[in-house]
């Protein structure tokens, strides 16, 4: 998931970022093995599992210029995303432009129709 986040999110986003891993990486070694884009998406979905992480980022990202608009957006997208992981549900530009196994895909999103 690249969600090319401007500056200022990345500001806000990565000081938790690395909270958020340094916890993982003690909890469990098996994180080390992980790719760093791995281990943003996870914390991505994980903020978006908690309402009150959700809060305290939106406060964070408020507190630094970003506009409400642009900050729900970004929670948008995020919950997007990971509704469509969950579900296995993707187009298939998404599956070809993220490089998704076919396995990992239950529906595709994009109805043809032949006349």
């Known amino acids: 998931m690249d969600l090319n986040l401007n500056q200022n999110y990345k500001k806000v986003l990565d000081k938790e970022f690395k909270k958020f ?3 993982l990486l003690d909890t469990d070694e098996s994180f080390y093995s992980y790719e760093k884009k791995d281990l943003e998406c996870l914390f991505l979905f994980s903020i978006v599992d908690n309402t009150n992480a ?12 970003i506009t409400e608009k642009s900050a729900n ?5 995020i919950m997007k995303f990971k509704y469509k992981n969950d579900k296995g549900l993707y187009s298939w530009n998404e599956i070809e432009e993220w490089n ?3 396995d ?3 529906e595709t999103t994009t109805k043809y129709t032949l006349i």
Not at 54 to 65: G, S
Not at 73 to 77: A, D, E, G, H, L
């Open 54 to 65: 959700i809060k305290n980022i939106k406060i964070k990202l408020l507190n630094n210029n």
């Open 21 to 23: 891993k340094s916890f």
């Open 100 to 102: 998704i196994d076919l």
């Open 73 to 77: 957006r970004f929670f948008y997208s």
């Open 104 to 106: 990992e895909v239950k």
